[in-house]
């Protein structure tokens, strides 16, 4: 029973194409997160949504756009795919860390998204 | 922001033997310290962490010891075993809440 679902597992596209990975947390969490890793394995943070209000945006292009129906999916919409997009995309959630509190991440198993 | 950076970027050890992995981060303010494994193709996941008012915790052959003043914690691993071998990561909590990920350490543990 996956805590942190999110599909698809693998995605092969070409350059220029629109796709969308989904994510649900099981956890009752209100705060949910966008990670990339990249070939390096580096983990760098994209969004975090807390109870569907955006609250992280980094340096992301306009090219990804979150969307977060309610507190228990966050959605990451990729428009025009260019190949630096390839990388494995984690979503997580937490509860909220508002006000001193401090709860760690739980990670979905990710998206091994592939732009050719 | 939060500057994280995390030492060594690889390490080996043979079975049996301890491992240490540092990570120095910039932040004053971050008070929650946890460390990830990430096995091959695996998500990462949480096996240690602590909270700014206490210095050191242990499970059973993991610890981490924080030490606030240099802006350091640290994680070890005693008597080693091969399925200790996958990526490490130290994240400590940035101001806006979010987890901010060290560059990892690779540690193979050598049967």
């Known amino acids: 029973d996956t805590a942190v679902s999110q599909t698809p597992k693998y995605l092969v596209t070409q350059m220029g194409n629109d796709k969308s990975i989904k994510c649900e947390q099981n956890?009752?969490?209100?705060?949910m997160y966008w990670y990339k890793q990249d070939s390096k394995k580096f983990l760098k943070i994209m969004f975090s949504?807390?109870?569907?209000?955006?609250?992280i945006n980094e340096t992301v292009p306009n090219r990804f756009s979150p969307k977060s129906p309610d507190k228990a999916h966050l959605n990451l919409h990729i428009n025009s795919l260019e190949l630096g997009d390839s990388a494995v995309y984690f979503c997580?959630?937490?509860?909220?860390?508002?006000?001193?509190?401090?709860?760690?991440?739980?990670f979905g198993n990710g998206t091994r998204l592939t732009v050719t | 922001g939060e500057n994280v950076e995390q030492h060594p970027s690889t390490l080996s050890v043979q079975e049996g033997d301890s491992a240490v992995i540092k990570c120095t981060y910039s932040?004053?303010?971050?008070?929650?310290f946890p460390w990830y494994k990430q096995e091959l193709g695996k998500r990462p996941q949480l096996i240690i962490d602590?909270?700014?008012?206490?210095g050191e915790k242990k499970d059973q052959r993991i610890a981490v010891t924080l030490n606030k003043t240099a802006k350091h914690f640290s994680l070890h691993i005693t008597e080693t075993q091969p399925e200790d071998s996958a990526v490490y990561f130290c994240a400590p909590r940035g101001s806006q809440g979010n987890l901010i990920f060290g560059k990892g350490t690779k540690l193979s543990v050598k049967p």
């Open positions: 956890l009752g969490h209100d705060t």
């Open positions: 997580a959630s937490s509860r909220w860390v508002g006000q001193g509190n401090n709860s760690p991440l739980h």
């Open positions: 949504y807390n109870n569907k209000e955006l609250i």
């Open positions: 932040d004053s303010a971050s008070n929650y």
């Open positions: 602590i909270r700014s008012n206490v």
